[in-house]
C-alpha cells in the first residue's frame, strides 16, 4: 500500500492550497481517510477524517469551515482543500486509511494503519 501525498508549498497568509494524496494498493471509497499534520516540535494533530460510509467527514475545529475534503474515486485520490491558510497551518501534512476506524478514535494516529510520506505547508504572515 502506497499513499502519495502532494500539493504542498509555501504560500502567504489568506491564500489556498489543493493536497492530493493518491493511493495504491487501497481502494480510497471503501476507506476511512484521515488528515493529519504536525508542526516542528509538536505532536501530530487531526485535522479531518471522511469515514468510507456516507458522506460523513469531521473537521478539528481550528480548520472547520476553511478546509474541505474530497475524493475522486475514479484516480483514486482523496483531495484536502485549504482556503484562508494561517501561519498557524504550517506544517506537514500527512494522509491516513483505516478500514476500522471508530468516531471516539477518528483524532487517534494509531487509529489508522497506513500513511503517506507527507507534504509540507508553510504560511507565510
Known amino acids: 500500500v502506497q499513499l502519495q501525498a502532494s500539493g504542498g508549498g509555501l504560500v502567504q497568509a489568506g491564500d489556498s492550497l489543493r493536497l492530493s494524496c493518491a493511493a495504491s494498493?487501497?481502494?480510497?471509497?471503501?476507506?476511512?481517510v484521515g488528515w493529519f499534520r504536525q508542526a516542528p516540535g509538536k505532536e501530530r494533530e487531526f485535522v479531518a477524517t471522511?469515514?468510507?460510509?456516507?458522506?460523513?467527514?469531521v473537521y478539528a475545529d481550528s480548520v472547520k469551515g476553511r478546509f474541505t475534503v474530497s475524493t475522486d474515486n475514479a484516480k483514486n485520490t482523496v483531495h484536502l482543500q485549504m482556503n484562508n491558510l494561517k501561519p498557524d497551518d504550517s506544517a506537514i501534512y500527512y494522509c491516513?486509511?483505516?478500514?476500522?476506524?471508530?468516531?471516539?478514535?477518528?483524532?487517534?494516529?494509531?487509529?489508522?494503519?497506513?500513511w503517506g510520506q507527507g507534504t509540507l505547508v508553510t504560511v507565510s504572515s
Open positions: 471522511k469515514f468510507r460510509s456516507g458522506n460523513n467527514i
Open positions: 491516513a486509511l483505516s478500514s476500522t476506524i471508530i468516531f471516539s478514535s477518528i483524532s487517534n494516529p494509531r487509529s489508522y494503519a497506513y
Open positions: 494498493g487501497r481502494t480510497v471509497s471503501r476507506d476511512s
